[in-house]
Nanobody, 130 residues
């Protein structure tokens, strides 16, 4: 069972940048589907970005062009580079993982479908002030 620990959150002003990290307890590169999700107070958790085992990335529309998801396979670490931050980006950010679904024709990663991820970190708070 993989364990995930997020870090890198903090408080920044609008327009600023942060890089979140998610350290995994085991090798995840090309073995786990990985994703970043966030939850703001009073709102449902939503998908931010995801990376499949073949390296294909996906982003929520409001993050496209501002956020970048990446992996360092040597460090078993997932990253989320966040630029041009806005007050509406304020939320608790969570890292998630799951093994791919395998079938006869290949595999499937759930991308931004949060309910299909079964391993979660404890979250790291991001606060953006105007």
């Amino acid at each position: 069972q993989v364990q995930l620990v997020e870090s890198g959150g903090g408080s920044v002003q609008s327009g600023g940048s942060l890089r979140l990290s998610c350290a995994a307890s085991e090798y995840t590169y090309r073995t786990y589907c990985m994703g970043w999700f966030r939850q703001a107070p009073g709102k449902e958790r939503e998908g931010v970005a995801a990376i499949a085992i073949d390296g294909i990335t996906s982003y929520a529309d409001s993050m496209q062009g501002r956020f970048t998801i990446s992996q360092d396979n040597a460090k078993n670490t997932l990253y989320l580079q966040m630029n041009s931050l806005k007050p509406e980006d304020t939320a608790m950010y969570f890292c998630a993982a799951r093994r791919p679904y395998y079938y006869s024709g290949g595999y499937y990663c759930p991308h931004l479908s949060q309910y299909e991820y079964n391993y979660w970190g404890q979250g790291t708070q991001v606060t953006v002030s105007s």
